[in-house]
């Protein structure tokens, strides 16, 4: 074991308030692809052209289409040791760790993270277009195109698509986070998606240590105090083993 990697390890057992940041990478190992890089397409798709509003205004079956292939792929998947991994150092600081995401997967808790903060909603979520009422929906296949129990409006994922802008109660306690840890973890972004992308330079700028989780290098290369690279699914269990 390297010294960084001991340094880690005891600036993270040390802090009493750590923030968690994960992204797409975190889920990798369990199956659900990336947005970006190599395998970075959901199914011949980039996320670009059909995480949007105007995607949906313009054609909410494609849109809707999409989204049931992947809630199909996602049911398939189960949390790997990273997300293991996450909830028991979670456990450990008895309160002291948000854990904030970005994948909409689900994964996190159904691992046994407790509350985690999800920027970008939640896949198995549904929103209805003209009365706004949420509800949790675990078909798979889906009914396409969806409707409100409700009112009969046409439901969308409780998703944030890009232009959207995040819940503010959920991006506060993001922000929150972030601002009072004394130590942080980013996990498995490829950190180009804004606001998130920013969380890691607010606990940075506040003394925060600050540690990056990636195999590939990163627009945070530089600006963290150390990058262990590799697997979340490798590195994240050695990270929180006694
Ligand atoms: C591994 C691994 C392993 C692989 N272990 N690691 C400031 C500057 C510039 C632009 C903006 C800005 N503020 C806002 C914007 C606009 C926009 C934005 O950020 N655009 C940029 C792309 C340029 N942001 C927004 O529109 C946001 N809204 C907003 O800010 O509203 C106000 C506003 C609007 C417009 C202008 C200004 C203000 C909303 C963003 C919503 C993002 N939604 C998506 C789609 C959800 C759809 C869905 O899932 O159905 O969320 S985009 C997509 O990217 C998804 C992800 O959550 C997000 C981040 O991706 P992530 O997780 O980083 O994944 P990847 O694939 O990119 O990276 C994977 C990483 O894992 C890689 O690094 C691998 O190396 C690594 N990896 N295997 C560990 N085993
Ligand atoms: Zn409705």
């Not at 993270?12 to 947005?35: D, I, K, M, N, Q």
């Amino acid at each position: 074991m390297t010294a960084e990697f001991e340094q880690v390890r005891e600036r993270l057992a040390a802090a009493r308030r750590v923030a968690v940041l994960t992204g797409a990478g975190v889920s990798a190992e369990s199956g659900v692809p990336t947005f970006r890089g190599p395998d970075g397409l959901w199914r011949g798709f980039r996320a670009e052209e059909l995480a949007t509003p105007e995607a949906f205004a313009a054609d909410p079956k494609r849109v809707w289409e999409w989204y049931d292939w992947r809630r199909g792929l996602i049911a398939a998947c189960r949390p790997n040791p990273a997300h293991e991994a996450l909830a028991a150092l979670e456990r450990r600081a008895g309160g002291g760790l948000t854990l904030v995401t970005q994948n909409v997967d689900g994964l996190h808790a159904r691992a046994g993270s407790g509350d985690p903060v999800e920027l970008h909603g939640n896949i198995w979520r549904v929103r209805c277009t003209a009365c706004g009422r949420l509800a949790e929906d675990r078909r798979v296949p889906i009914p396409i195109l969806p409707r409100c129990g409700a009112c009969g409006g046409l439901l969308r994922p409780h998703i944030v698509w890009f232009g959207e802008s995040l819940e503010a109660a959920v991006l506060e306690r993001a922000v929150g986070a972030f601002e009072s840890a004394e130590a942080a973890l980013i996990v498995g972004t490829s950190g180009v998606v804004h606001p998130a992308a920013s969380l890691a330079g607010l606990a940075k700028r506040a003394g925060a240590f600050v540690v990056e989780v990636n195999p590939e290098p990163t627009p945070y290369g530089g600006r963290v105090d150390v990058t262990l690279e590799g697997k979340a699914g490798e590195v994240l269990p050695r990270l929180v083993a006694a």
